[in-house]
């Protein structure tokens, strides 16, 4: 077992799924996309449930999509032709996995922010960890970030830095949320799970 898999079975307890995911998404880092003919060479002939887990975690989305690029407008189907995509920041954790056999959420981050020439790229973390903290299962509001980025001295960035966390991967619009949107009277934004999990943990 090498370190990614040990890396992820050490968060995910889903056994043998785990490992077979890791596999795939140690190919699907390189380039950032894998096709439907790839996972099912790397896993066998029941690609299904290995890409479910990819796409509930976040760390593996389908391409092909409904409306928008949004990640709940992705269309998740097993079937030959289909192409599925890893987000840039789970690229970074993957790649760092791999080295070091540990998930490191802050570091992939710090070093994703700075490679994208984020001027604050050393806040990032904080930031991100401070929005999970405001988070209900994994939903923060464009209100919120605008509150956690003004702790930060960030306030005057907020725009910026919400096209950069969507750009990462880090977070994606919740566009089916509208009557959750017309309560709140704020856009809303689902953070990336992947870089919350914990040790052992089931969805």
């Known amino acids: ?13 889903y056994g043998e799924l785990t490992n077979r995911l890791a596999q795939v998404l140690a190919r699907a880092s390189k380039t950032g996309r894998i096709s439907y003919s790839e996972v099912t060479e790397i896993v066998g002939d029941n690609p299904e449930d ?14 092909r999509t409904l409306k928008s690029a949004a990640w709940e407008d992705r269309l998740l189907l097993a079937k030959p032709g289909e192409l599925y995509e890893v987000p840039n ?17 802050g570091r992939a ?8 020439g984020e001027p604050n790229w050393e806040q990032i973390p904080k930031l991100v960890e401070r929005l999970e903290k405001q988070a209900k299962d994994y939903r923060v509001t464009a209100v919120q970030i605008k509150m956690v980025c003004n ?23 919740k566009l089916g949320s509208l009557a959750e949107v017309s309560r709140t009277g704020t856009p809303i934004y689902e ?9 052992g943990e089931e969805k």
């Open 109 to 116: 981050i710090a070093e994703l922010f700075r490679d994208m």
């Open 151 to 173: 702790k930060f001295g960030l306030g005057d960035r907020v725009d910026a830095l919400i096209a950069e966390l969507k750009g990462s991967g880090v977070m994606s619009p």
């Open 89 to 105: 920041i789970v690229k970074y954790l993957v790649e760092d996995a791999r080295k070091t056999g540990r998930w490191e959420a």
């Open 50 to 63: 290995v890409l479910l887990l990819g796409n509930e975690w976040r760390l593996l989305l389908p391409v």
């Open 1 to 13: 077992m090498n370190r990614l898999e040990k890396t992820l079975s050490g968060l995910l307890s």
């Open 191 to 199: 953070l990336n799970p992947s870089l919350f999990v914990k040790k």
